[in-house]
């Protein structure tokens, strides 16, 4: 093994060990279904940025914007833009409301104005789409361990998996928010050394643009319809995902929590600038490569130190998502399945137990497909789209509690699920993403429904309920 080798498998297994440390050192936290699910109260607002950063700038989305920077060039940035009007416009419109309400899962609050079969819907499409999300994780953080660290793309995908889910099933909660803090900062510092590199490397910004077409240099070029279905599935998902809101509602109050989106929401278009304009270069670096490979190949030729800073920002993002995404999912099964039908006893080591199994599976049954998957901005926006039917329920509930009755509420669930993943799986016939389907599919339904069975439902108050 050469030296530069040396020390970047160094550094990520030293940094594999922190992580893993971290989780066993807060286990005293984990030892209740609630100190799994939420790891105590009252986190600090960088602490929750951290968090929600950490997931939203995860290695699909990183390697997924070089790539199409790689094709189309600086307009890829405009998925990470979609996610910083996202978080933006959450803390000015549901943040307050989240608070309010006082319930940790995205289920429960529907099923306060729907009723018990929505949050079950709701509870397994989340499910789904984090699923699909951590797939796109996993083979993006697979392809580039594999590609830095000289390994087998499998194998590096299945030691991510194990590594994270040894220490959230360990910490639970308050593991999570530690360790993406640590992931957040990482990561962050190494798009910027990326970014120089590749940079230094093509001989700045007037070289690059005198060897690469006019059009990559457009901030259009992408498409008013691929910007607004990113739109679509960014905000979507910010605004209905389980972990953002059970991040937002483990803070002291509103304030706190929209603190933590404005740091993520400014955070966000620079890292999209930075991960696009990678891209960008390596279709001068390295001209005949595949796409998908314009990050991974950056690192491969960065010096030793920021290659290591890279490849474990890399890592720590994908342990940062699949973490957030695994502990997701074991909550609701948790509250909205396994504790309601197979422990209405309510014994809490039965909870704990159930918690720890679901999160081994929650992070590793997705292994198998990422193994296959390439496109992997497109994967990871399929399950953010997916999200997004959630979204206009959850405004919905909030802001109309009237409109709609909750089988038309159920069927929107339902029938979004069907039309988003099929259209998805079509290749998005005539141009139209999949996006679109998730938005105008609960509209539709919650429109016919209240066209012609009225309901007045119950507005959402600031009770909490189980």
Request: proline share 3%; net charge positive; charged share 10%.
């Amino acid at each position: 093994m050469d030296t530069r080798l040396a020390i970047i498998v160094g550094v990520t297994v030293a940094y594999f060990g922190v992580m893993t440390y971290i989780g066993y050192s807060v286990r005293k936290h984990a030892r209740s279904s609630e100190g799994m699910t939420s790891g105590g109260r009252n986190y600090p607002a960088f602490l929750i940025g951290a968090l929600l950063l950490s997931e939203f700038i995860g290695s699909s989305v990183s390697l997924g914007t070089a790539q199409k920077g790689f094709e189309l060039g600086i307009s890829a940035a405009w998925n990470l833009v979609a996610l910083s009007i996202g978080f933006l416009l959450l803390a000015l419109v549901l943040v307050k409301k989240y608070k309010q309400v006082g319930l940790n899962t995205i289920s429960a609050i529907l099923a306060k104005t729907y009723g018990e079969p929505v949050r079950f819907a709701a509870s397994i499409l989340t499910i789904i789409a984090l699923n699909i999300i951590a797939v796109a994780m996993y083979a993006g953080g697979g392809a580039v361990l594999a590609a830095v660290l000289h390994i087998d793309k499998n194998l590096a995908i299945v030691l991510v998996g194990a590594i994270t889910v040894f220490y959230v099933s360990m910490g639970g909660m308050r593991s999570v928010v530690y360790t993406n803090f640590v992931h957040s900062a990482v990561k962050y510092a190494g798009i910027i050394l990326a970014a120089a590199f590749a940079l230094e490397q093509t001989g700045g910004i007037g070289a690059l643009k005198a060897q690469l077409p006019a059009t990559m240099f457009n901030p259009m070029e992408v498409g008013w319809s691929q910007i607004i279905a990113w739109m679509i599935g960014g905000i979507g998902s910010i605004f209905a995902t389980q972990y953002v809101i059970q991040a937002l509602i483990s803070t002291d109050n509103d304030k706190v929590a929209k603190r933590a989106c404005f740091y993520v929401s400014s955070l966000m278009i620079p890292f999209g600038l930075m991960a696009a304009l990678v891209g960008m270069c390596s279709a001068v670096l390295y001209p005949g490569i595949k796409s998908i490979n314009a990050f991974p190949e950056l690192i491969a030729h960065m010096p030793a130190f920021s290659a290591s800073v890279m490849v474990v920002g890399l890592a720590g993002a994908l342990f940062g998502g699949i973490s957030a995404g695994a502990l997701a999912s074991a909550t609701l099964a948790l509250k909205d399945f396994y504790d309601p039908f197979f422990n209405k006893e309510k014994n809490d080591r039965k909870s704990v137990m159930f918690v720890r199994v679901a999160i081994v599976v929650a992070g590793l049954l997705p292994l198998v497909m990422a193994m296959y998957a390439d496109k992997l901005l497109m994967i990871a926006f399929l399950g953010k789209a997916l999200r997004a039917t959630l979204a206009v329920l959850v405004l919905m509930a909030f802001y109309a509690p009237r409109f709609g009755t909750p089988k038309g509420a159920f069927a929107g669930v339902i029938l979004s699920v069907i039309a988003t993943i099929g259209w998805f799986l079509a290749g998005n016939p005539y141009g139209i993403d999949s996006s679109y389907l998730a938005l105008a599919v609960p509209l539709l339904c919650m429109g016919i429904s209240h066209l012609f069975k009225p309901a007045a439902p119950g507005a959402l108050t600031g009770e909490a309920a189980g």
